[in-house]
């Protein structure tokens, strides 16, 4: 996992959120990032140890699983899966995750549209397009996700519905 964000958290419960100035509130934006971040990684690797147990005959689906107990819809544990895939597929983001350094969303939804082939081919890039992620926004970085999509299946010939 990543460095322990007890510290951040801790700050942020001892941070009146109501009361404090603008340097105060930037600083624990970043804290919340960090915290955030933590856990969605966490969750993605409960998700990817759901989803394991399942295969293995143990347990529900784990979409089904995060209906029944994390109180979300199936579109959001649909959501999960994906992401808990696509940080599978790309270690390094769940890293970067967890330390509150990127998100994962974008990834998530241009991974679960391809094919085999073509996703390992964009996760080739895995380290520029870590890079890119945590440099620019989500909305641009979810740009050049498409762009390199589009680069790889016109190199490739590939028709795309």
């Known amino acids: ?24 509130a930037v600083h624990a934006m970043h804290r919340l990032r960090h915290v955030r971040g933590w856990l969605d990684r966490f969750e993605a690797d409960l998700t990817s140890r759901l989803a394991t147990l399942h295969e293995h005959g143990s347990g529900a689906p784990a ?22 895939k696509a940080l599978h597929d790309a270690p390094s983001f769940g890293d970067a995750l967890a330390q509150g350094r990127v998100g994962a969303e974008a990834l998530a939804t241009v991974t ?45 010939g590939i028709a795309r519905a």
């Open 1 to 24: 996992m990543s460095p322990d964000p007890t510290p951040d958290f801790a700050a942020l419960v001892a941070c009146d959120a109501r009361a404090c100035d603008t340097s105060t």
């Open 112 to 156: 679960a549209k391809l094919d085999d082939s073509t996703k390992a081919a964009f996760l080739s890039h895995e380290q520029t397009l870590l890079a890119a992620a945590t440099q620019s926004t989500p909305e641009q970085f979810g740009r050049r996700c498409r762009e390199l999509v589009n680069r790889i299946t016109h190199d490739h």
């Open 63 to 84: 979409a089904d699983m995060h209906t029944r107990n994390s109180g979300v819809s199936a579109r959001q544990a649909r959501t999960k899966e994906r992401r808990a």
